[in-house]
């Protein structure tokens, strides 16, 4: 079920020549499996059948990114993604990481509350994609909003899906867009109307 | 070293053409990404005294973190240096093909031949690939293998990505004849 896992650890230390504020780990940990619902045609129950898998790959992502992080404590924010094969559907991909059989167990690894972002692709072997991440306890946090890209050259074949969970240790380097408790009063119809005289 | 960002990458193999792969075959790649220590200056015809100064440095880190990331003995390997596009191949190849690169990871994993590389000049998000060869011996078959790499926003027209790759095994079920039995 399970062909291979990359686990990606990036670490930055400057932006712009600037050194940033707090080095910031990005991990993403990419687990390729086979699709299980591969070669059946349309399969109309997708929940039952998603759960072990679910499970297998949610503690596989959970236990490399802690490897990597070493406490939960250090993981700040997280998201997820899936990349299906070709021969697969959209909703394969989410069968296996929208339900608590995947989420759950993530979160509860990484000892996060809030929803966990997530990019959904269908596409060959070496696709890219961007993995979204959100602060891990309290989503609408604007510092933590960010991203990691990854691609595998070898996967997913057509009857393989690709998932991942990415964690970041803090916040995009030398974040400075405020927050909403730091926001101006904004009168959207006025800025509505600005937009059409403009 | 000016030094922006460093990564690893480390990938596990279970399964190959269906058959389990145990243990899991692993292969290591840390990179870091660089200052062009030439960008800016026009043709430099003395590349010496800054490769003497940087690529040792360069070299450990790279032997410390790719150890640290395969966690295993090192049975194949090899390097990569891929320099942006306002700079010269010369650039990327003067920093690895200096035993003053190479020599930090060859004391650590016992090796005794010549690291393969790849050089190239590309823009940020190029894909390449690392060849990686047997430790000790360059005619070991099963140990030729290589590992594709690349990084989203790096190389910058400005800047060099410098890698050093190992795997703890040949490939994943190698099963090749060795070339000593061709040759009776």
Same mark, same amino acid.
């Given at each position: 079920?399970?062909?291979?896992?990359?686990?990606?650890?990036?670490?930055?230390?400057?932006? %712009?020549?600037?050194?940033?504020?707090?080095?910031?780990?990005?991990?993403?940990?990419?687990?390729?499996?086979?699709?299980?619902?591969?070669?059946?045609? #349309?399969?109309?129950? %997708?929940?039952?059948?998603?759960?072990?898998?679910?499970? %297998?790959?949610?503690?596989?992502?959970?236990?490399?990114?802690? @490897?990597?992080?070493?406490?939960?404590?250090?993981?700040?924010?997280?998201?997820?993604?899936?990349?299906?094969?070709?021969?697969?559907?959209?909703?394969?991909?989410?069968?296996?990481?929208?339900?608590?059989?995947?989420?759950?167990?993530?979160? @509860?690894?990484?000892?996060?509350?809030?929803?966990?972002?997530?990019?959904?692709?269908?596409?060959?072997?070496?696709?890219?994609?961007?993995?979204?991440?959100?602060?891990?306890?309290?989503?609408?946090?604007?510092?933590? #909003?960010?991203?990691?890209?990854?691609?595998?050259?070898?996967?997913?074949?057509?009857?393989?899906?690709?998932?991942?969970?990415?964690? @970041?240790?803090?916040?995009?380097?030398?974040?400075?867009?405020?927050?909403?408790?730091?926001?101006?009063?904004?009168?959207?119809?006025?800025?509505?109307?600005?937009?059409?005289?403009? | 070293?000016?030094?922006?960002?460093?990564?690893?990458?480390? *990938?596990?193999?279970?399964? *190959?053409?269906?058959?389990?792969?145990?243990?899991?075959?692993?292969?290591?790649?840390?990179?870091?990404?660089? *200052?062009?220590?030439?960008?800016?200056? +026009?043709?430099? $015809?003395?590349?010496?005294?800054?490769?003497?100064?940087?690529?040792? $440095?360069?070299?450990?880190?790279?032997?410390?973190? &790719?150890?640290?990331?395969? +966690?295993?003995?090192?049975?194949?390997?090899?390097?990569?240096?891929?320099?942006?596009?306002?700079?010269? /191949?010369?650039?990327?190849?003067?920093? /690895?093909?200096?035993?003053?690169?190479?020599?930090?990871?060859?004391?650590?994993?016992?090796?005794?031949?010549?690291?393969?590389?790849?050089?190239?000049?590309?823009?940020?998000?190029?894909?390449?690939?690392?060849?990686?060869?047997?430790?000790?011996?360059?005619? &070991?078959?099963?140990?030729?293998?290589?590992? $594709?790499?690349?990084?989203?926003?790096?190389?910058?027209?400005?800047?060099?990505? /410098?890698?050093?790759?190992?795997?703890?095994?040949?490939?994943?079920?190698?099963?090749?004849?060795?070339?000593?039995? $061709?040759?009776?």
């Amino acid at each position: 079920m399970l062909r291979k896992v990359l686990t990606i650890t990036e670490n930055l230390f400057t932006e %712009l020549g600037v050194p940033v504020n707090r080095p910031v780990r990005k991990v993403a940990v990419v687990a390729v499996v086979a699709n299980p619902w591969a070669g059946k045609g #349309y399969v109309e129950d %997708l929940q039952v059948s998603a759960r072990p898998l679910a499970v %297998l790959v949610a503690n596989t992502i959970g236990d490399a990114l802690l @490897a990597e992080f070493g406490t939960p404590s250090r993981i700040e924010a997280f998201g997820k993604g899936v990349i299906v094969g070709e021969d697969g559907e959209l909703e394969h991909g989410s069968a296996l990481v929208h339900t608590p059989f995947f989420a759950d167990v993530l979160r @509860a690894c990484v000892e996060g509350t809030a929803v966990m972002p997530s990019a959904e692709h269908r596409g060959p072997a070496g696709s890219r994609l961007v993995v979204p991440m959100g602060h891990k306890g309290a989503f609408a946090t604007r510092s933590h #909003y960010t991203g990691s890209e990854i691609s595998v050259a070898d996967a997913p074949r057509p009857d393989e899906i690709v998932v991942v969970g990415a964690a @970041a240790s803090g916040p995009r380097p030398n974040a400075r867009v405020g927050d909403r408790t730091t926001d101006p009063p904004v009168d959207v119809a006025t800025l509505r109307s600005a937009r059409r005289t403009a | 070293m000016n030094a922006r960002k460093s990564l690893t990458i480390v *990938e596990d193999i279970y399964l *190959e053409g269906g058959a389990p792969v145990a243990p899991p075959a692993r292969t290591a790649v840390a990179l870091v990404v660089i *200052e062009n220590p030439w960008a800016g200056m +026009g043709f430099v $015809e003395d590349l010496g005294p800054v490769i003497d100064d940087v690529a040792p $440095e360069i070299g450990a880190l790279l032997a410390e973190n &790719v150890m640290s990331a395969l +966690g295993r003995p090192v049975e194949a390997y090899g390097k990569a240096a891929i320099v942006g596009l306002d700079g010269e /191949i010369e650039h990327a190849s003067g920093l /690895i093909h200096t035993l003053r690169f190479g020599d930090a990871f060859r004391s650590v994993t016992g090796a005794k031949t010549l690291l393969p590389a790849v050089e190239k000049r590309a823009p940020a998000g190029s894909s390449f690939d690392i060849p990686l060869k047997h430790v000790i011996d360059q005619t &070991v078959r099963s140990h030729h293998q290589s590992v $594709e790499v690349r990084v989203a926003d790096a190389p910058r027209a400005d800047e060099i990505v /410098i890698g050093l790759a190992a795997a703890a095994q040949g490939r994943p079920l190698a099963r090749l004849r060795p070339m000593s039995a $061709e040759r009776g």
